[in-house]
């Protein structure tokens, strides 16, 4: 998980597949001035991380470390959207799920070479 303001920045753009232009123009900044806020030169103005959550549907919280948490903000989105997204956190819930179990039931009692010697 990325810590500073600046690392969630450019954590975000890049999972969003923005260039750091992309996220300028879509803003109304430059790339320079994208470019300064992740490399920790400077910091966007409140009006520009407010902007900033609602690009990356997350919150202005999580933007600047308070909320620890991935945050998805879907106010925004249609009903059916909603309930696609629902649909696929739940599948992946499921699947971290099975995996978990299945890593806890590998685990063996014996090492390889202890069941070589119990023939």
């Given at each position: 998980?990325?810590?500073?303001?600046?690392?969630?920045?450019?954590?975000?753009?890049?999972?969003?597949?923005?260039?750091?232009?992309?996220?300028?123009?879509?803003?109304?900044?430059?790339?320079?001035?994208?470019?300064?806020?992740?490399?920790?030169?400077?910091?966007?103005?409140?009006?520009?991380?407010v902007t900033l959550?609602?690009?990356?549907?997350?919150?202005?919280?999580?933007?600047?470390?308070i909320d620890k948490?991935?945050?998805v903000v879907i106010?925004?989105?249609?009903?059916?959207?909603?309930?696609?997204?629902?649909?696929?956190?739940?599948?992946?819930?499921?699947?971290?799920?099975?995996?978990?179990?299945?890593?806890?039931?590998?685990?063996?009692?014996?090492?390889?070479?202890?069941?070589?010697?119990?023939?």
């Open positions: 998980m990325k810590n500073s303001l600046y690392e969630r920045i450019h954590d975000l753009r890049e999972r969003s597949g923005m260039t750091q232009t992309d996220l300028a123009l879509r803003m109304g900044v430059t790339r320079s001035g994208v470019n300064a806020w992740e490399m920790g030169i400077s910091k966007p103005t409140l009006d520009n991380l959550s609602r690009i990356f549907h997350t919150t202005t919280d999580y933007l600047l470390g948490e991935d945050t106010t925004d989105f249609t009903v059916e959207e909603k309930e696609l997204i629902m649909r696929m956190v739940n599948y992946m819930e499921g699947v971290h799920n099975i995996n978990s179990k299945n890593a806890a039931k590998s685990t063996h009692p014996y090492t390889p070479s202890e069941k070589n010697n119990q023939k």
